[in-house]
C-alpha cells in the first residue's frame, strides 16, 4: 500500500513539474535573436544635442516597438484610442481641439501638445512640466481617468499575450520571457518613437543652413517675427518662439489665467 502511495506521489509530483516547465518554456522568449541596431540621428549643425538617456539608448527596433504602441488602441480600457488619437500627424501631432477628448468622451483640461521636436526638450512636458523625462510622460496617459482611463496591469497583461508584442519587445531590449514585458519597457519604447519626430527640413531649417531663402513677403514676416528689422515693428513672437527650435524650451504665464506658479497651473481647470 505504501509503495502504492508513493509511487502515485511521484507520478503526481512528475506531472507537476512537466506542467511547471511546459509553462516557462510557452513564455520563454531566448530562441529569438536579440541583435538591437543603433538609430543614428542626422540633426542639422544648427540643431542642439537630442536629450537621449543613458539607460534608454535609441535603436531601430525599439523605435518600432515605440511606434507600434503609439498607435495601438490596446493601451486604452475600451481598445478605442492610441495616443495617435490626440497626437494626430496631419496637425503637428496634435488633435488641433482647444481640450482633448478622452475614451468617454469626456473633454481634459488641455489641448494635447505636439511632439514635433519633443525629443529635444529639458524644462519638463505636459502643459506644467510635471513630467521630467519622455519615458515618465508616457506613463501617464494610460491611467489618467479622462484620457485612456486604464491601468497598466491590464495593458501588460495584454501586452504579454500579444501575438506579436512579446517578439517586439525581446528585439528591442533582449527580455527572456513574457513576464518581463513591464510599463517601464513599454514607456521606454514609446519614447524612442518621439524622439526621432523631427522637423528639420522645413523652409525654416533649410533657410538656417544656407540652403533656401525667403521671399520678399517672408522677409518681412521674418523681421516681424524676431524684431531683427528696426523698420519695422516687433511682433513679440521670437521672444520665445526662437530658433532653432522655435521655443525657448521654458513656461510663460501668457495672462489667460492667473497663476504665478506651474503647481498653481496645474489645479487650473481650463476649458473654451
Not at 143 to 172: C, G, Q
Not at 233 to 252: I, M, Q, R, V
Request: hydrophobic residues 35%; glycine residues 6%.
Amino acid at each position: 500500500m505504501k509503495l502504492k502511495v508513493k509511487t502515485i506521489f511521484c507520478i503526481i509530483l512528475l506531472i507537476s513539474f512537466i506542467a511547471c516547465k511546459e509553462d516557462n518554456i510557452e513564455g520563454d522568449l531566448t530562441a529569438i535573436p536579440y541583435k538591437p541596431d543603433n538609430y543614428v540621428v542626422n540633426l542639422p549643425s544648427h540643431f542642439p544635442p537630442l536629450s537621449t538617456p543613458q539607460d534608454n539608448p535609441l535603436t531601430s527596433q525599439g523605435i518600432q516597438l515605440g511606434r507600434h504602441l503609439f498607435y495601438d488602441p490596446i493601451l486604452s480600457a475600451d481598445s478605442s484610442m492610441s495616443c495617435a488619437s490626440c497626437h494626430l500627424p496631419e496637425f503637428a501631432f496634435t488633435d488641433a481641439n482647444a481640450t482633448s477628448l478622452g475614451i468617454d468622451g469626456l473633454p481634459g483640461t488641455r489641448s494635447s501638445m505636439s511632439l514635433i521636436n519633443v525629443g529635444f526638450v529639458q524644462s519638463g512636458l505636459f502643459w506644467d512640466g510635471r513630467a521630467k523625462t519622455l519615458e515618465d510622460q508616457a506613463i501617464l496617459p494610460v491611467e489618467d481617468p479622462i484620457e485612456l482611463h486604464n491601468t497598466w496591469p491590464d495593458v501588460v497583461n495584454k501586452l504579454r499575450s500579444h501575438a506579436v508584442y512579446p517578439r517586439m519587445f525581446r528585439e528591442a531590449f533582449g527580455i527572456r520571457n513574457t513576464s518581463e514585458i513591464t510599463k517601464e519597457l513599454a514607456a521606454k519604447a514609446i519614447a524612442q518613437f518621439e524622439r526621432i519626430i523631427i522637423s528639420k527640413d522645413s523652409k525654416f531649417d533649410r533657410i538656417q543652413q544656407g540652403k533656401d531663402f525667403y521671399t520678399d513677403l517672408e522677409l518681412i514676416g521674418q523681421g516681424l517675427y524676431f524684431d531683427n528689422d528696426p523698420d519695422l515693428p516687433d511682433a513679440e513672437c521670437g521672444h520665445c518662439h526662437n530658433t532653432p527650435l522655435a521655443t525657448s524650451d521654458d513656461f510663460f504665464n501668457n495672462g489667460i489665467t492667473q497663476s504665478s506658479t506651474l503647481e498653481g497651473f496645474r489645479t487650473l481647470v481650463v476649458v473654451k
